[in-house]
T-cell receptor, first 116, second 113 residues
Framework: DTGVSQNPRHKITKRGQNVTFRCDPISEHNRLYWYRQTLGQGPEFLTY????????KSRLLSDRFSAERPKGSFSTLEIQRTEQGDSAMYLC??????????????FGSGTRLTVV | AQSVSQHNHHVILSEAASLELGCNYS??????LFWYVQYPGQHLQLLLK??????LVKGIKGFEAEFIKSKFSFNLRKPSVQWSDTAEYFC???????????FGKGTKLSVKP
């Protein structure tokens, strides 16, 4: 499978715990995006990496959220001190060099987080 | 601020009925528009996209969409739906400075056999 891989698929955690998700993009893609999708909503942009550089962060990304993309390959999204409002599907998408509008984005299947 | 509005939250059709899902966007610059589909339990898949040129865009699985600049619209159409088209459909605009997508809230389509 050469698509975007996200792990784990599901995560249940207690409020206050830290969680980390991983995204493995398509190997030749240098652009990587994280989105959050809650029930009844479309995906909302969280943050963007070009290679290893984090170039944009949404205001949705509070101080409890941090993302990394060491060496410009896989990326991790960590949520510290989780709250019930963090329960959502976290999506990762990657895109190749050039305009994503031309070459398209590929989405992973997401990690569903439930905070109890 | 950029935004995307999808008019219908849930559409229920019988097989062979025609489909039109509305999408309006608010964005001042040059837009690239997308329709994605999400089948139950699966990841978002691209149905079609508009970049430039012919405003009538044909996508996969018999879907098409028309970009009407004067109306800021990009409605999705299919002449005859199938039960397998049951899914959630998202309209999106490439409006972010870094190419991030701005999505509508989605329209759930249920097709009755």
């Amino acid at each position: 499978d050469t698509g975007v891989s996200q792990n784990p698929r599901h995560k249940i955690t207690k409020r206050g715990q830290n969680v980390t998700f991983r995204c493995d993009p398509i190997s030749e893609h240098n652009r990587l995006y994280w989105y959050r999708q809650t029930l009844g909503q479309g995906p909302e942009f969280l943050t963007y990496f070009q290679n290893e550089a984090q170039l944009e962060k949404s205001r949705l990304l509070s101080d409890r959220f941090s993302a990394e993309r060491p060496k410009g390959s896989f990326s991790t999204l960590e949520i510290q001190r989780t709250e019930q409002g963090d329960s959502a599907m976290y999506l990762c998408a990657s895109a190749g060099r050039g305009s994503p509008a031309n070459y398209g984005y590929t989405f992973g299947s997401g990690t569903r987080l439930t905070v109890v | 601020a950029q935004s995307v509005s999808q008019h219908n939250h849930h559409v229920i059709l019988s097989e062979a009925a025609s489909l039109e899902l509305g999408c309006n966007y608010s964005y001042g610059g040059t837009v690239n528009l997308f329709w994605y589909v999400q089948y139950p339990g699966q990841h978002l898949q691209l149905l079609l996209k508009y970049f430039s040129g012919d405003p009538l865009v044909k996508g996969i699985k018999g879907f098409e969409a028309e970009f009407i600049k004067s109306k800021f619209s990009f409605n999705l159409r299919k002449p005859s739906v199938q039960w397998s088209d049951t899914a959630e459909y998202f309209c999106a605009v490439n409006g972010g400075s870094q190419g991030n997508l701005i999505f509508g809230k989605g329209t759930k389509l249920s097709v009755k056999p």
